[in-house]
């Protein structure tokens, strides 16, 4: 196991009609004025925002609203974020959303405090200081309302990035499984595929002696194979959200990646897709990561064996490992179909002809320096080659 | 699920040579004269109380050394060194031990700053407010270094009681399994046992719906199974120990235990044990937790044969899932005699004429009243006959 820090000050406030304490929450994290950023009209629509604004009023907080984050959020919305931050004197962001709406938050809260454009900390910048951040979850997915990092689509050539820093970890998130009832099963599917990607990029190391991650992960995994359907299948189901919202944070605050190296290039690879489609990631994923895994299967085919043994209770062929690890992809292709998942490049729409580029660009592009992953470093004749697996 | 909070603020560094960066840690967390609080002679002669030393006073920090923590650590020193930190203006409390020397100084931590009996705290009332805390851990097992709990020993009656409270959680603490090298294998396998019980005492519930935690516990348990004996007949394999004492501090920080009734009453049968014969914690748990699974197995057959199916690896008895309810019992003592932990009444030196004094304590104690437990509420009968069936 490799020596690590960890820290993960979150406060998480867990179950129903949790939104109605948010003013309680963003006071005592210090906020005064706040902006409340969101997507959608879903969350006007549904009454959600109202919720949230009367209980900041309880609390005497002042406000702003900026909604119409999207799927994939853009850099365009951040700058106008700041901005907006900067001439009201806001001192607390709040998320109200999903992980596109979160990370865009992240994005603002560390760019109202930074001199030059936000954009470094996308580019390998840390980000060291920010506004207080909170979260209302809306879906168990990204983990972002529990984890240092944010995604954004640079609007300037459409490739995303990640950023990074304690100081984007959120002062309080609170997640209501009920907030999940009333989405598309498209989108559950999404987010148990894109939790599901986050225990895998975890899971594929290449430090050794590592048991109590390795069963942290498994545990989460086996939890949403029996979760993940039930959420997808019976919207409403209260149970199934909840554990399916308490594994995505889990998955992905990295209490269960401590100490280990992590891989995340299928994450990279999957960013090429969305930036290009604008595919919801958890779609892009589903198509990337059996094909990874296919293509990296034989670097370390015992590790794939034995999360085909553990997790998808595929029986050992002793005689022939590579049956075993090959049987346990199947069975996550299998899986990611059942949930109504697309499997390759036709049913996400994406297109062969974009192979190419996409492949440069992962490697190559903004910040990145020839090769991506660690488990597999791959370099972009690699990634070519897993994107035609998923052809 | 039940709603629920969590919050685990707790800066975690874990590896190799951590306890030389202690000072740089106390100074970040606020403190400037330091309470270094530790137990036997053992931590001296090693050298890590003057590698401690060093380092605080590196960062120009002054400190004062209390010494002589005992196992089941005792209300007396703990008054000693609400004393000792008023008349030195002590602003910091760093434990440097195990969980009594951890709980010793939480204890401390919350008394200087209140006017009534430390003791109060033991009695029920909840901590809010404590100088801030940072452990040097040596030995996984208690989970002190990453929870909001105390146990102390009242020497004026000799039984244990707990105290709890946000204000307890350490600021830092620091986990070098390097530190359990030097441990005699019986400490360790003490350890691992507590470890465990910290797992199955949330494990056994009432709450329905909790897949993602019980996913998480039988995951912890699991790896403990490979990794416990190898920590106790392996010392100074840095992997095995790493391995336990980060099992160690996710069993107790509660992160699997959220959103779930939790049982303890084995914990409080333990407590009279240790109180009584000065036992090792994790040794009376040992000879405990069994004979408690035997008297309650009944109210939960299903859970009882879940947990010996997927962590013990029982083959599930369809027609009489008892018969793998009780395997899985069967196997759980087999496994802690294979690391040298007593099973009876006898082997851990207690007696049979003490039982009728303990079970009374145990129930109708101080601050207690009449019974313990949630997943099996017991009376003084049945804590009878749970240590009968010790004998």
């Known amino acids: ?15 129903r009609d949790g939104e109605k304490n948010t003013g309680k929450y963003v006071k005592r994290f210090g906020g005064s004025r706040v902006l409340i950023h969101y997507g959608g009209s879903s969350a006007l629509r549904s009454g959600l925002i109202d919720r949230v604004k009367a209980s900041l009023e309880r609390e005497g907080l ?6 119409g984050v999207k799927p994939n959020p853009r850099s365009g919305l951040v700058y106008k974020g ?19 709406a979160i990370d865009s938050s992240k994005a603002i809260a560390a760019g109202v405090l930074y001199d030059g454009d936000f954009w470094d900390f996308y580019q ?12 209302v979850l809306t879906i168990a997915a990204a983990g972002s309302e529990g984890s240092p990092d944010s995604v954004i689509t640079n609007e300037n050539g459409m490739f995303k990035r990640g950023g990074h820093g304690e100081a984007l970890r959120p002062a309080f998130s609170i997640l209501n499984p009920e907030l999940m009832g009333t989405l598309p099963k498209y989108q559950v599917a999404c987010g ?28 989460l995994l086996l939890a949403m194979l029996r979760e993940g359907p039930r959420a997808v299948n019976e919207p409403g189901n209260y149970e199934a959200a909840a554990n399916v919202m308490w594994a995505g944070t889990m998955a992905h605050n990295n209490s269960c990646g401590v100490g280990r190296t992590q891989d995340w ?38 590790r794939f064996a034995q999360l085909a043994v553990r997790v998808w209770g595929c ?13 346990g992809i199947e069975a996550f292709r299998s899986f990611l179909k059942s949930i109504g998942m697309p499997t390759n490049f036709k049913e996400l729409g994406a297109k062969e002809e974009d192979i190419e580029k996409m492949a440069r660009t992962a490697c190559w592009g903004d ?10 470093e791959l370099g972009e004749k690699d990634v070519r080659e897993i994107y035609r697996l998923m052809l």
Request: charged share 20%; net charge negative.
């Open 1 to 15: 196991m490799n020596n690590f820090t960890f820290y993960s000050p979150t406060y998480f406030i867990f179950g």
């Open 62 to 67: 002042e406000y702003v609203l900026l909604g």
């Open 82 to 100: 700041i901005e907006l931050c900067r001439r009201e004197k806001v001192d607390f962001v709040l998320a109200v959303g999903g992980g596109s």
């Open 124 to 135: 390998g910048r840390a980000v060291t200081e920010a506004l207080p951040i909170g979260t």
């Open 192 to 219: 148990v595929t894109d939790i599901m990607a986050h225990l895998l990029e975890r899971y594929f190391t290449t430090t050794e002696e590592v048991e109590v991650t390795d069963r942290l992960i498994e545990g």
């Open 265 to 302: 290039a299928s994450h990279d690879i999957e960013h090429e897709l969305s930036a290009l489609y604008d595919c919801a990631h958890g779609a892009g994923l589903a198509v990337v990561f059996p094909a990874w895994m296919r293509y990296n299967m034989s670097r370390d085919i015992k």
């Open 315 to 327: 029986q050992m062929d002793f005689a022939r490992p590579e049956n075993t690890a090959e049987a």
């Open 367 to 376: 910040g990145r320096s020839g090769t991506i992953g660690t488990f597999a």
